[in-house]
């Protein structure tokens, strides 16, 4: 039986006499059968990794945002799909299956992260080199073997790109790279002190990161 068929089995069940734990885990199984399916539909299409990354970003606005208009996918007015944790945001030029914004959210542009994005190209910026995707996945890992288990619980690893002072959390700078397919370079605003948010682009989408601030406790590795 296909996830499609047993996602139409489970909306034609009856769930008005479903107690509170009965009603919560179908709630779960449902969820689970649509991310079978979304994942499925995207990996045909080969957005597999962009999709990962994407879901990334919503499960972190989930956990550290009260805002329910970051708790999902949008498309705004320019037709162009949107996730936001209030760290970064991921523009997809061409949407792709992402768990949507919650319904009771009126509006579906209810947040403009099209114009932090805009406004970030319309700066003077350069290009700045960072590291590949696996150099970044192995310096985290690095950097994490010399936290202790409660560093590792309450903080987080984070880069300096010493260029101009530029710090970025290393977890976020590895999920844009990933959906975008490994980017090489990141822009950065001519005139900025370490504190204006970079971003990266191609022909999957646009990638914006907010730096972390210089005197965040939280800074572990530093990368030259």
Same mark, same amino acid.
């Given at each position: ?36 399916? #979304? ?34 996918? /949008?498309?705004? *007015? ?18 792709? *299956? ?45 950097? #994490? ?7 590792? #619980? ?63 406790? #939280?800074?572990?590795?530093? /990368?030259?």
């Amino acid at each position: 039986m296909t996830n499609e068929n047993i996602l139409k089995l489970l909306n034609e069940m009856n769930v008005e006499d479903f107690d509170y734990i009965t009603r919560k885990t179908y709630d779960e199984l449902v969820n689970g059968v649509k991310d079978n399916i #979304r994942t499925a539909t995207n990996k045909a299409a080969g957005k597999n990794t962009l999709a990962k990354s994407a879901n990334a970003i919503i499960k972190n606005a989930v956990k550290v945002s009260c805002n329910q208009a970051l708790h999902g996918a /949008w498309i705004a *007015e320019n037709g162009k799909q949107y996730v936001c944790d209030g760290f970064r945001i991921l523009e997809i030029n061409e949407p792709i *299956e992402l768990p949507t914004i919650p319904k009771e959210i009126e509006s579906k542009d209810y947040f403009k992260a099209y114009k932090i994005i805009k406004g970030a190209k319309q700066k003077e910026t350069y290009d700045l080199e960072i590291l590949s995707v696996q150099e970044l996945k192995a310096e985290i890992k690095i950097l #994490r073997s010399q936290m202790t288990a409660k560093e590792k #619980r309450t903080e987080k690893v984070a880069v300096t790109l010493i260029d101009k002072g530029l710090t970025i959390d290393a977890q976020y700078l590895l999920e844009i790279s990933e959906a975008l397919g490994g980017i090489k370079t990141i822009k950065v605003p001519v005139n900025s002190k370490g504190n204006e948010p970079v971003y990266a682009e191609n022909d999957i989408g646009t990638g914006l990161i907010l730096p972390v601030r210089n005197t965040n406790k #939280r800074l572990k590795g530093y /990368w030259y």
